[in-house]
Nanobody, 126 residues
Framework: QVQLVESGGGLVQPGGSLRLSCAASGSTFRSSVLGWFRQAPGREREFVAAIQQSDSRTYYTYYGDSVKGRFTISRDNTKNTVYLEMNSLKPEDTAVYYC????????????????WGRGTQVTVSS
């Protein structure tokens, strides 16, 4: 079994930065693809970023078009934690952000993920 707990959300001004954390428990962290999705009221769940470690030296990262160049995903295997550093935040980034583990084939689809955290609210407003 896998448990995922997000933290780090809050209120931030446009142009500001925020760092989200996803603490994972269970035995799947090292080899699994971990992703971030977000969902705003009235909108479908949107892919944000994902990270996969193939070996001790090689990481693969993936980003949604709307966050490329602004967000950075990383992971700390010692702490079993995935991070999402968000920079140059915009009001349209406002959403609940979820951490999830992939089990299916498509990194970009929410239906390919089987374990989800409860989410953390990010609000970008002046």
């Amino acid at each position: 079994q896998v448990q995922l707990v997000e933290s780090g959300g809050g209120l931030v001004q446009p142009g500001g930065s925020l760092r989200l954390s996803c603490a994972a428990s269970g035995s799947t962290f090292r080899s699994s693809v971990l992703g971030w999705f977000r969902q705003a009221p009235g909108r479908e769940r949107e892919f944000v970023a994902a990270i996969q470690q193939s070996d001790s030296r090689t990481y693969y990262t993936y980003y949604g078009d709307s966050v490329k160049g602004r967000f950075t995903i990383s992971r700390d295997n010692t702490k079993n934690t995935v991070y999402l550093e968000m920079n140059s935040l915009k009001p349209e980034d406002t959403a609940v952000y979820y951490c999830a583990r992939r089990y299916g084939d498509n990194t970009y689809l929410s239906t390919s993920y089987d374990y989800w955290g409860r989410g953390t609210q990010v609000t970008v407003s002046s």
